[in-house]
């Protein structure tokens, strides 16, 4: 059996030098905490419900009756996301029947859904009968909760309300994603919203995982306390990812039987680095023009930088996204790092048989303030169809809708479910507060099925392994008339 176990370099020697707060030694070992802990949870949630602002909405607003109906994705996370049929004890379900229901009776409405299949290779035929509804003039359907990568690309079909004029809706409030808003709204016109009316936004957002056991047997730095002091960044990543790198099934070759410092899949995690560096792919002038910032000094640099962590680091386990055996060495233990969204912990943790943390992903480097992520595309964006009926009574329900899921929904996903069933200590749960709030959206990354979808730049350069400088200068113009095209659509809407 052969091993290569790397000496850790000076980087991360210097980084052993940050005060420890908490010894890996100190964690429990249960996936859970104590029953005591899960109710200190649940009672901040009901504290923080009683003292929050309320959904602003008239006391006695009342629609007698009124139908309002939901057009859904069907498939994996998404089918319960905003309407589940009965309660089963699963704190999340629960929360989303308890919402609709405390809706229903609030302002006097019937809550339905229409469920179809509608994730990567059905997102067609599931906006064909959006667009069908719409254009047959009826009333089918109040919202739209769609998948977030495609249905921007449908904006400029003049299909949905403008959604700055709809009544009741407060894009102020805390319930919806203000970054969101504002990187959305164009020339007057907002089509889409977000925010906690949608828990897969948060299940789907990035995140490191860490296999605690591998970082007690290598002598890695408290990770938690390298986050805490600013120097969780690309470097630190690219030097533990390297330092583990061992053929322990002695076949003289790495395979997903053999151990490793990251788990890095080659698809979804490369969009992720350029919110997570803080690197726009577009932005707005002094004009207030959009522009491309892929060009970039920086951009390039950061884009070379990505390119060495799958192609040149030996720890980094890179397997194409879904293939069976894309995340192996993380699951069975056999990896140190791996890089995957927030739902990976109840998708494929929750019966793992070693304790693992969870902290945000890296930094570019020091000098970038915050630690950001992105939240993966397939998490649900609202919209509005043009033909939905009384706007007055789905803006409020919409609203109240949102309200109930901030003060029940989200708490009970990211406070109960991820903080205190799947994650494993309660150092992960501050990095949890961490990683949501660095949630990054931007023009670009979300409109980027309207333009060449440019926020897949990284895929091709992973997959080819090639050059980003050559590769941004060949889809330069292509991007640059895509996007064009989308902002003079926008323009010829405007009101």
């Not at 006391?59 to 996370?77: C, H, M, N, Q, T």
């Not at 919203?193 to 007690?216: C, H, P, V």
């Not at 919110?275 to 577009?282: E, I, M, R, S």
């Not at 009384?390 to 406070?415: H, K, N, Q, R």
Request: with cysteine.
């Amino acid at each position: 059996m052969q091993f290569r176990i790397k000496t850790v370099s000076a980087l991360l020697a210097a980084l052993m030098l940050i005060p420890l707060a908490a010894a890996f030694a100190g964690c429990g070992s249960e996936k859970s905490n104590a029953p005591g802990q899960a109710e200190t949870g649940e009672t901040t949630a009901e504290t923080a419900a009683e003292t929050e602002p309320s959904d602003g909405l008239p006391p006695d607003l009342r629609f007698d009756g009124a139908k309002y109906v939901i057009y859904s994705r069907e498939d994996l996370i998404w089918p319960n996301e905003m309407v589940t049929d009965e309660m089963n004890g699963e704190i999340v379900n629960d929360a989303v029947f308890n919402r609709q229901k405390y809706v229903e009776d609030r302002l006097g409405v019937d809550i339905g859904v229409v469920r179809a299949p509608g994730i990567w290779g059905n997102e067609g035929k599931f906006f064909d009968r959006l667009r069908g509804s719409v254009r047959s003039g009826d009333n089918e359907f109040q919202l739209v909760a769609g998948y977030a990568y495609f249905v921007t690309a449908l904006a400029t079909e003049g299909i949905f309300t403008n959604l700055l004029n709809v009544p009741y809706l407060n894009f102020d409030r805390p319930w919806w994603n203000s970054n969101l808003r504002d990187e959305l709204t164009l020339y007057g016109q907002l089509y889409f919203a977000g925010g906690d009316l949608s828990y897969t936004m948060i299940a789907q957002m990035f995140a490191t995982f860490f296999n605690k056991s591998m970082a007690e047997k290598y002598a890695v730095p408290d990770l938690y306390e390298t986050v805490r002091a600013g120097k969780w960044t690309y470097d630190t990543l690219y030097e533990l990812s390297a330092s583990i790198s061992n053929d322990i099934d002695g076949d003289g070759k790495m395979t997903a039987e053999d151990e490793y410092g990251l788990v890095l899949p080659i698809g979804n995690q490369c969009d992720l680095f350029f919110p997570a560096f803080n690197q726009p792919l577009t932005a707005r002038d002094e004009s207030g023009d959009i522009v491309i910032k892929m060009g970039d000094a920086r951009a390039a640099d950061i884009a070379d930088a990505v390119l060495r962590l799958y192609k040149e680091n030996e720890g980094v386990f890179a397997k194409t996204e879904d293939k069976e055996d894309t995340h192996a060495p993380f699951i069975h233990g056999r990896a140190l790092l791996n890089i995957a969204v927030l739902n990976f912990a109840i998708d494929k943790l929750r019966d793992s048989s070693f304790e693992y943390g969870i902290i945000p992903v890296p930094k570019y480097d020091e000098s970038q303030k915050d630690y950001h992520t992105l939240s993966q595309d397939a998490y649900s964006l609202f919209c509005i169809p043009k033909n939905a009926g009384d706007l007055e009574m789905i803006g409020a329900v919409t609203e109240a809708m949102a309200a109930e899921s901030y003060f029940s929904v989200t708490p009970a996903f990211f406070e109960t479910a991820m903080k205190y069933k799947y994650s494993t200590d309660e150092n992960s749960i501050e990095m949890l507060d961490i990683i949501r709030a660095g949630a990054l959206f931007n023009f670009g990354f979300v409109n980027s099925v309207s333009c060449q979808n440019m926020i897949h730049i990284f895929r091709a350069m992973v997959q080819g392994n090639t050059p980003y400088a050559s590769l941004y200068a060949k889809n330069e113009s292509k991007y640059q008339a895509a996007l064009t095209k989308l902002v003079d659509a926008y323009k010829e809407m405007q009101p």
